[in-house]
């Protein structure tokens, strides 16, 4: 059976869903009119709470019956307590954030997990774009002309890996989401991803010393066991000459 779909397109919903186990605590930060919250209520039966900034935003998401208060991510994150959920999640709404390190290290101080999108400025498209036009690019990822789009911090794949280097946190699994395929699961420090992912999709958490030995997961809840070492040769006795 397929994964349901986004009504919108929303390829990151989709993997999102996948990623989201069922009867979790999850807050959707910049949930918009609730189509994930709903997507994640109806198919997982998540305990769900939303945060949005804009009026009209709210007034739809209460009309489909979900919890949702109105705030902004940039300041009101503070005032969730500490690990109140299982699962913070921002779709393509960090670039958006006037201070990201801060947003990107309350999610995981109030979950235990993050799931964050984010558009990819290293794509190939972006830069032959910038290389040919000279102008700031208008692709399907970041559609919005430079005087009109939300997007005030946007970033490559490298530059995000950087910063979760920075803040100590682990990618716990992460996905490339490129011209409308399927989620490719991918390696983010890999040479050649910062040209060819459009989307990236990060399941996030800290780096407690009380974790360092678990296995990593991948992008759809497969424990990646990690690989036997190989077993000593015996050694021959030497002959006599």
């Not at 201070?99 to 101080?109: M, Q, T």
């Not at 490298?158 to 803040?167: G, S």
């Amino acid at each position: 059976m397929s994964a349901p779909r986004s009504q919108n397109g929303r390829e990151d919903f989709t993997e999102i869903l996948r990623l989201v186990r069922p009867g979790a605590r999850v807050l959707d930060v910049g949930c918009e009119d609730g189509e994930l919250l709903e997507l994640l209520t109806r198919e997982k039966r998540v305990d769900g709470q939303g945060l949005e900034i804009s009026p009209a935003g709210v007034s739809a998401c209460l009309a489909k019956g979900l919890a949702v208060v109105q705030g902004d991510g940039d300041r009101d994150l503070d005032h969730f307590p500490t690990r109140a959920f299982d699962y913070a999640i921002l779709s393509k709404t960090l670039q958006q954030m006037r201070e990201p390190r801060h947003v990107l290290s309350e999610l995981l101080r109030i979950a235990d997990q993050a799931i964050v999108s984010v558009p990819n400025f290293g794509h190939w498209r972006m830069r032959v774009s910038l290389m040919a036009r000279g102008r700031m690019p208008e692709t399907r990822a970041l559609p919005d002309p430079w005087w009109s789009t939300p997007n005030i911090h946007l970033c490559t794949l490298r530059d995000f890996i950087d910063l979760c280097r920075e803040l100590d946190l682990r990618v716990d699994a992460c996905a490339a989401l490129s011209a409308g395929k399927p989620a490719r699961p991918i390696r983010p420090d890999g040479v050649f991803e910062n040209w060819r992912s459009e989307t990236a999709l990060f399941l996030l958490s800290r780096r407690p010393e009380d974790r360092s030995h678990e296995a990593p997961t991948d992008l759809f809840g497969e424990v990646a066991l990690p690989k036997p070492e190989p077993a000593p040769r015996p050694r021959g006795k030497r002959a006599k000459v």
